[in-house]
Nanobody, 121 residues
């Protein structure tokens, strides 16, 4: 069984910073990609940033230059460093891991439970 657990959300003032973490554990053969998504009230879930197993990184235009995605050496934990936060960054942030549980298994997506980020004065 695979678990994906996020941490690091909270309340921050505009212009402040937060760092989110997401760790995958359990029966994992390989992780193909890791990503952060967010969903604000009344809006659809949207991509924030992704990092592929080969190191390729993709950001939403709205966070380029402010957010940085990275991972640990074991490639089972992904981070999202968020700087210069704006009120419009307020959302529930979700981590997604695309992985295989065995060499013969298909790629599957596993989502975390979400962590609230609120940017307000």
């Amino acid at each position: 069984q695979v678990q994906v657990v996020e941490s690091g959300g909270g309340l921050v003032q505009p212009g402040g910073s937060l760092r989110l973490s997401c760790a995958a554990s359990g029966s994992i053969f390989s992780i193909n990609a890791m990503g952060w998504y967010r969903q604000a009230p009344g809006k659809q879930r949207e991509l924030v940033a992704t990092i592929a197993s080969g190191g390729g990184i993709n950001y939403a235009d709205s966070v380029k230059g402010r957010f940085t995605i990275s991972r640990d050496n074991a490639k089972t934990t992904v981070y999202l460093q968020m700087n210069s936060l704006k009120p419009e960054d307020t959302a529930v942030y979700y981590c997604k891991m695309t992985l295989r549980v065995a060499a013969w298994a298909l790629l599957r997506e596993y989502w975390g439970q979400g962590t609230q980020v609120t940017v307000s004065s």
